[in-house]
């Protein structure tokens, strides 16, 4: 391959290689229509077969032969155990199936070759800002930032150099060393926190990590100055670590202070040759791991002692390379081997080693799903936590019996996911004790992989309906602050797309399985659900004002906020509309121990109530009137009434006989929007509007 193109197989290529093979199948079925008259008459009646016959059987043979070996040196790169180019004996078709598994073993491929290029990348434009005030350090950093110019420019043009071994070592070493770099100016500056700080143990195999690529002087600078420029260096140019580092009295050892100011000291004058010795080295990183405080401020005492928790040696980024290797090779021996209809077809020990790898890679995913949630949610599925570790762990166990059982050694990607689950249940992370498949004695049966694959896809299952709800639930959450936002003017046309949007998300929501009594859902909609429109009927119940047709789902969770409204105060919600306003203290003033009459609709307990108590009124009478009541029927309940609220959407227009009724007896009246719903604010500044006046004159 030329110098510019990259060094294993992309989509394109393999796409061209397809072509080309469908190409050559086209050719093959032209000879075979022009000869089958021919052979018919070879095989029915011993006819003899012509010589140009045999002349372009033979040719197309030679092609078939010749194009099998150009595609197997085409992808002599790739891994025969992820995928294996056809053969000369194999149909045309079986040619065209393995090219178009070799697009999606591309694909893939693709996508973790980038990850890593990125990465590594990453560290090496890191590499690049490394400089230091002493020249001899700077001259060896020059070196490096020269290297790291040389690799970005080489990884532009040749992808196949990230699977050098020597790669990965430099980019390890270069990892520590600027490990070292940033752990230094945090504590330099004084922004290094106990979580973000390296531990005694990370420090010490940093050290000496780079102590053993770049030379001890590199170590140590790294530690004292974290590799700035003269501009943002923070320490004097002294060999005396202490002098530099300021670190507090108490906090370095006398007995450590002579080895660490003689070896310090020996390096900076370039009079060792040899690297330090581990006792000195240890003194060194004992020293320098304590946090540093500038020599300008007074001395603190050591703060009380915290338990170290060492970081995960296994990130989820290297976890999820791991799980995208995996389905690579799962592919490549079983295609769609965790199929639902391939589970119960007929056993072999390649499509279980591929189920296996499969559900390795499936619970990969969902460890990284659960994990990365559990960053922001420290709670996600913390009852459940146990249960998918343990599936993890019987997962991988039965990758590494199935590679025993074939006589190979440990999948590297099953090593992975064991010391990350390893990490992850110990004291320094979930605290969860996996009763089985942690140890080398527990084996999970490879033959029982179908049954295994089958809990991994129903977990998958389950965890996809949780993260579609968390979408729906982000998508609710928006609606209904919109309309709590809302004005109380009348946007009642506006609003209904936004009501009927809420009504198609709680429909999804209870459909998904989500209980209609959940409490998040039910605080979600609490602020706004007094604000309902309803359409309004006629007594030909003809719909002579729009409103928004719930579902039966929708109704169910309304009719279980009630019922939770009905049995405890609910708690006052900071976006809600009903927070207290200048008009609820005025009203309640004028109201104080009176009897309000509220007619239209359907009582609702919670929001009398609560205009019973914020307003200081002595009675709330609510009269479920609908558009087929006679008016003359309730006109007793308005005795001793000091003020009548018509709730025009729901009353529809029976409020002109209302009306009449409330002046006979000289009460007063008023009349809401069709937009409002029962939310003090609301009632409390319609009656200022439109009774204020009566209110004050009775």
Known sequence: MSESTPDYVTEEQARSLLAEVKSFRQEWAVFAIHSKDRFDAFREKGASLPDDF????????????????????????????????????????????????????????????AAKRDRVIGVFNEVKSLKSTDGKIDKVLAGLRDDADREIKGLNVRVARLADVELDDKVQSLTSLLSLANDARSRLTGSASEAASLTSAECQAGFEAVSARFGIAVAIEALRTGLTNAAQAKVAPSVEIQSVVSAPADAVRPSAAPALRSETAAVSSGTTASAASKAAIQSLVNNLTTKPHPVTLPQRRPGAFTPIH????????????????????????????????????????????AMGYGALATMIEIVGFVFTERERNRNFLGKNLHDILLLFAEVQNVVRVDAEQAGKPSLSEQVT???????????????????????????????????????????????????????????????????????????????????????????????????????KLRDVLLPIIDNLPE????ESNNVISEGVEISNEFRQVIN???????????????????????????????????????????????????????????EVRWIEATKQDRVSEFRSDLNGAAI???????????????????????????????????????????????????LQLL
């Not at 002349?55 to 070996?69: C, D, E, F, G, V």
């Not at 025969?80 to 149909?91: G, L």
């Not at 005025?586 to 609560?610: D, E, F, N, W, Y």
Request: charged share 25%; proline share 5%.
């Open 535 to 538: 359409p309004v009927l006629d």
């Open 417 to 519: 996911a064991f010391m990350w689950l390893k990490h992850t249940c110990s004291e320094d992370g979930e605290k969860i004790l996996i009763e089985k498949f942690m140890r080398l004695e527990d084996r999970s049966d490879p033959a029982k992989n179908p049954d295994l694959a089958r809990r991994v896809l129903r977990l998958q299952k389950q965890l996809d309906t949780i993260r579609e709800n968390e979408q729906v639930y982000s998508q609710l959450r928006k609606l209904c602050q919109g309309l709590s936002s809302g004005s109380d003017s009348d946007a009642f046309g506006m609003e209904l797309p936004l009501w009927s949007q809420v009504n198609e998300s709680v429909t999804q929501l209870i459909a998904a399985g989500l209980k209609p009594s959940d409490t």
């Open 310 to 353: 060492e970081p995960n040696s296994v990130p989820l980024s290297t976890l999820a390379d791991a799980g995208n290797h995996l389905k690579i090779k799962a592919h490549g021996l079983y295609p769609n081997a965790l199929d639902p209809s391939q589970l119960d077809g007929p056993p072999s020990a390649i499509k279980n080693r």
């Open 54 to 113: 045999f002349q372009n059987y033979n040719s197309l043979i030679t092609r078939k032969t010749a194009l099998a070996s150009s595609i197997a040196e085409s992808v002599a790169g790739v891994d025969q155990e992820v995928w294996s180019p056809p053969t000369a004996h194999d149909s045309l078709h079986e040619f065209e199936h393995k090219l178009e598994d070799l697009i999606k073993v591309a694909k893939e491929l693709s996508c973790v070759i």
């Open 560 to 618: 279980s906020m009630y019922d939770y409204l009905a049995t405890a105060e609910a708690p006052a919600s900071p976006d809600s509309k009903d927070l207290e306003t200048a008009a609820v203290a005025q009203v309640g003033s004028m109201l104080s121990g009176q009897t309000m009459v509220i007619i239209g609709g359907v009582c609702k307990p919670h929001a009398a109530q609560r205009l019973k108590r914020k307003l200081k009124l002595g």
């Open 644 to 694: 009548v609220v018509l709730v025009t959407k729901l009353i529809g227009h029976k409020h002109n006989d209302v009306r009449d009724m409330c002046r006979d007896a000289n009460i007063p009246w008023v009349q809401t929007r069709h937009s409002s719903g029962y939310s003090t604010n609301q009632i409390a500044a319609t009656i200022l509007e439109q009774a204020s006046e009566q």
